[in-house]
């Protein structure tokens, strides 16, 4: 399997800390990569300096073979990267509409795909004229997913999609996920709920510290609970 | 789990925030004039301050958007209120014949050529501006605020040096002379004129912010310009055309102001700005609806108590101020989350 994006030796700072202390990580091309790891290893960080939100102080990341570390946030989304951070970031004085268009920047929104989006987020389509602002946090999250596929992207960076979310949202987001990844799109997908994790990851690289320190398969790290409990933190009752 | 799940089908729609209330203001406040003052005079007061309003409006719908998109504290946005004044008394010296001529047309002719060459002439030196003194503090207030007040200074003394310090006149044209009567109540017809003027431009703005993809990432920006970036968008692009397209407001401003009080003169933009700097933060930073209610709201509340209590003229905006921010600390109109 080819790798649609890697991080070499990657260091962030911002302002005067120093976040990421050389994170290597590999995204192969058609599958599903977890990034886990204890809040504040830097796993948000990773994703912003990924599309230059942060600027990597030293190291290297190439996306599609091409080195894009040094470009501007916009060439590195219109390379095909697409963006659900933590926080969501609908524009909340915007439409549900509004977002959506904006969203879409070839032109004109596809028809069949918005309706293969209402499909898994029904409630896009009920408050589709209702400013954004107004939304709950699970639809805010349907809504930022939305924005990140309304268009085919080469690669989906997701940041902690599951978070303070309802089963029955958790479950239309990994059925959207699932689907998704079935059309081949890559996804680096940053999640804390370890069952969701191993549900829908393929690999999974782990960071602590500012660093990457463990990858594997999925389905290795999930059999092993003593390494799970020793890079995690997890005790395995709360999670299953 | 308390979440709502917002999947059912019967769930009721969430209420879009109809906040309706700031609207109301500026009615009220006229109403609440109305038992102390003669009608007639009521009247002619009333639309001495919508005139007025729409004309600080104009001035400061472009400081609200540069504010609220790009972060940036222009105090520089009075120089481009002078400028604009200048360069329309400067495009209608040649044109005095079209302007004293008995038809509306050629006097129509006159003023549109001085407001499109003082927003041709605004708008390119706004470019200039942003690309010399913005760029290099752009995240900086403080130096933002040191160097767009030296940039007023410096352009405030060039106009001194060009043209004088002395008030240089600017005479309305002949159809826009005069008044006309309603029962008692004399309006001067140029004040209807600004008004109107006024109105198109705000119309305008909401139009473009709301229809276009351009005002949507305009919106957008203003509240989230990273997730721009995100989504695609070089947003600096938009910075250059909403600053430039800012100073060409400013200086369509001054044009009317200049016109309004028959003279212009260097520091008509320094003394503007106060006036403008209010109502922006009456409006709450970035909004457009919120920077039009504050300006009618100063400016009516400048000629009311102006004819009822002149002592208190002085103060009434930052009073106004004070008792906007105490009922909504943020502005009447919020935006951005800074
Ligand atoms: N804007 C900032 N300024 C200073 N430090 C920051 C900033 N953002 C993040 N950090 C620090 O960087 C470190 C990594 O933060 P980051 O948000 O990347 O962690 P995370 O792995 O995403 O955590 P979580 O699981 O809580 O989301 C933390 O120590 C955090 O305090
Ligand atoms: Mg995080």
């Not at chain 1, 069949?112 to 954004?132: E, H, N, Q, V």
């Not at chain 2, 109107?196 to 919106?219: D, E, Q």
């Not at chain 2, 400016?299 to 003229?313: C, E, M, R």
Request: net charge neutral.
């Amino acid at each position: 399997m080819s790798e649609l994006l890697t991080l070499s030796a990657v260091e962030t700072h911002i302002g005067r800390y120093h976040i990421l202390h050389g994170v290597d990580l590999a995204v192969p091309e058609g599958a599903t990569t977890m990034l886990l790891g204890r809040n504040g290893a830097g796993k948000t960080t990773a994703l912003r300096t990924i599309m230059g939100l942060w600027r990597a102080s030293a190291g290297e990341i190439r996306f599609g073979g091409s080195r894009i570390e040094a470009r501007p946030t916009p060439d590195i989304a219109r390379a095909g990267i697409g963006y659900v951070p933590e926080t969501m970031a609908v524009f909340s004085d915007l439409t549900v509409k509004e977002n959506l268009v904006l969203a879409a920047r070839e032109g004109a929104m596809d028809e069949s795909r918005l309706g293969w989006i209402f499909g898994f987020f029904p409630p896009l389509k009920t408050f589709w004229l209702s400013r954004a602002g107004t939304l709950s946090g699970g639809q805010k999250q349907m809504l930022s997913f939305a924005r990140a596929i309304i268009e085919p992207r080469r690669l989906l960076l997701i940041d902690e999609p599951t978070k303070g979310l309802a089963p029955a949202i958790i479950g239309a987001l990994i059925d959207c996920l699932a689907e998704v990844k079935r059309r081949g799109a890559t996804i680096l997908l940053v999640e804390q709920n370890f069952r969701v994790a191993q549900e829908i990851g393929d690999s999974v690289s782990v960071m602590d510290d500012g660093r990457i320190v463990h990858t594997s398969a999925m389905a290795e790290l999930a059999r092993d609970g003593a390494l799970q409990h020793r890079l995690l933190g997890l005790s395995l009752g709360a999670h299953q | 789990m308390s979440v709502d799940t917002g999947i059912e089908p019967g769930a009721a729609l969430p209420k879009a925030r109809g906040d309706y209330l700031p609207l109301l203001l500026p009615v009220a406040l006229a109403l609440a004039a109305l038992p102390f003052v003669p009608v007639s005079t009521w009247f002619t007061l009333t639309v001495a301050g919508l005139a007025m309003g729409m004309m600080i409006f104009v001035m400061a719908s472009g400081l609200t958007l540069i504010f609220g998109l790009m972060d940036v504290l222009n105090f520089g946005h009075g120089a481009f209120i002078a400028i604009g004044a200048y360069v329309a008394t400067l495009v209608l010296l040649p044109l005095g014949g079209w302007m004293q001529a008995d038809s509306i047309w050629l006097n129509l002719a006159a003023l549109l050529s001085a407001i499109v060459a003082a927003m041709a002439v605004t708008a390119v030196i706004g470019l200039a501006f942003e690309r010399i003194l913005i760029v290099p503090v752009y995240g900086q207030h403080l130096k933002q605020i040191l160097i767009t007040m030296g940039g007023m200074i410096v352009a405030e003394q060039l106009l001194y040096a060009l043209f004088g310090p002395q008030q240089i006149p600017l005479a309305l044209p002949t159809s826009l002379r005069g008044s006309f009567l309603i029962g008692d109540a004399a309006i001067e017809k140029y004040r209807v004129v600004a008004v109107l003027v006024g109105l198109v431009v705000f119309v305008t703005m909401l139009l473009i912010l709301n229809r276009t993809k351009i005002g949507l990432l305009i919106r957008a920006g203003v509240e989230n310009g990273e997730m721009v970036e995100a989504l695609g968008y070089r947003i600096r692009r938009l910075f250059v055309g909403v600053f430039m397209a800012g100073s060409a407001l400013a200086g369509l401003g001054g044009v009317m102001w200049g016109l309004y009080r028959e003279q212009v003169n260097a520091s008509m933009g320094g003394e503007l700005l106060v006036l403008v700097f209010i109502v922006v933060i009456i409006g709450g930073l970035g909004s457009v609806t919120g920077c039009f209610i504050g300006a009618l709201l100063v400016a009516l509340l400048q000629n009311y108590i102006g004819f009822l209590v002149p002592k208190l003229s002085l103060i009434s905006d930052i009073l106004l101020m004070v008792a906007v921010l105490l009922w909504r600390p943020r502005g009447l109109y919020p935006v951005t989350s800074r």
